[in-house]
T-cell receptor, first 114, second 113 residues
Framework: AQSVTQPDIHITVSEGASLELRCNYS??????LFWYVQSPGQGLQLLLK??????LVQGIKGFEAEFKRSQSSFNLRKPSVHWSDAAEYFC????????????FGGGTRVLVKP | DTAVSQTPKYLVTQMGNDKSIKCEQN?????MYWYKQDSKKFLKIMFS???????INETVPNRFSPKSPDKAHLNLHINSLELGDSAVYFC????????????FGPGTRLTVT
C-alpha cells in the first residue's frame, strides 16, 4: 500500500522569504501526486498535480513542485510567501487500482511572520 | 454557486444519537467521496461512490452508512455516535473514476459529547 510522509509538522517563514515543503511517498508504480492547501476552517483546495511529463509542475498562487523519482519526493516550493499563504498543506498520492483513492500525508502547518 | 456543499457546517450531539451529514455537488461529476479528518489533521478516505455505486469502503464501522440518492448527492448517516467519531468530515467529488482531481466541500465539524 502506498504511503505519504511530510516530515515537517510546522514551518515558520517570514513574509517575502522562500518556502519549501517536503513530501516523500512510497508507491510501486508511477504515482499520481498532488498538493492541497487547507486554510483555517476551510476545505481543501488543489494547488497542483503531477501525472506524467515535465517533472517541474506549476500550480496556482505561485506554487510549484518538483517530482524526483530517484528520491521518491514531490516537494512544494514558493519563491516569496505572502501572509495569506499561512495554512495547512497536504501532499497526496493517487492509487488507481482502488478507484482513484487518494492517500494523504499528515500535513505541514505553515506560519507566516510579518 | 458553491461547487461542493455540505450541511450542516457544525454538528454537536450526544453519544448514542444518530445523525446525518448531507453533501451536494453541482459540477456534474460522477464520483463522490467522504473523508474523515481527525484532531491531528490526518485525512483518510472513508467511502467513494461512482454513479450511485459504492466503490471504496475503507473498513469503516457499520455504524457509518453512506447513501447516494443520485450522482449529485452523497449523504453520510452515522448511528450510535461515539466520542471517537468527533472529527471534521469532508465530502469531495471528481469527474469520474479515472480522474484524481478531487474538489472538496467546506467540511462538517462533528462534536460528540
Amino acid at each position: 500500500a502506498q504511503s505519504v510522509t511530510q516530515p515537517d509538522i510546522h514551518i515558520t517563514v517570514s513574509e517575502g522569504a522562500s518556502l519549501e515543503l517536503r513530501c516523500n511517498y512510497s508507491y510501486g508504480a508511477t504515482p499520481y501526486l498532488f498538493w492541497y492547501v487547507q486554510s483555517p476552517g476551510q476545505g481543501l483546495q488543489l494547488l497542483l498535480k503531477y501525472f506524467s511529463g515535465d517533472t517541474l509542475v506549476q500550480g496556482i498562487k505561485g506554487f510549484e513542485a518538483e517530482f524526483k523519482r530517484s528520491q521518491s519526493s514531490f516537494n512544494l516550493r514558493k519563491p516569496s510567501v505572502h501572509w495569506s499563504d499561512a495554512a495547512e498543506y497536504f501532499c497526496a498520492v493517487g492509487e488507481g487500482a482502488a478507484g482513484n483513492k487518494l492517500t494523504f500525508g499528515g500535513g505541514t502547518r505553515v506560519l507566516v511572520k510579518p | 454557486d458553491t461547487a461542493v456543499s455540505q450541511t450542516p457546517k457544525y454538528l454537536v450531539t450526544q453519544m448514542g444519537n444518530d445523525k446525518s451529514i448531507k453533501c451536494e455537488q453541482n459540477l456534474g461529476h460522477d464520483t463522490m467521496y467522504w473523508y474523515k479528518q481527525d484532531s491531528k489533521k490526518f485525512l483518510k478516505i472513508m467511502f467513494s461512490y461512482n454513479n450511485k455505486e459504492l466503490i471504496i469502503n475503507e473498513t469503516v464501522p457499520n455504524r457509518f452508512s453512506p447513501k447516494s440518492p443520485d450522482k449529485a448527492h452523497l449523504n453520510l448517516h452515522i448511528n450510535s455516535l461515539e466520542l471517537g467519531d468527533s472529527a471534521v468530515y469532508f465530502c469531495a467529488s471528481s469527474q469520474g473514476l479515472q480522474d484524481y482531481e478531487q474538489y472538496f466541500g467546506p467540511g462538517t465539524r462533528l462534536t460528540v459529547t
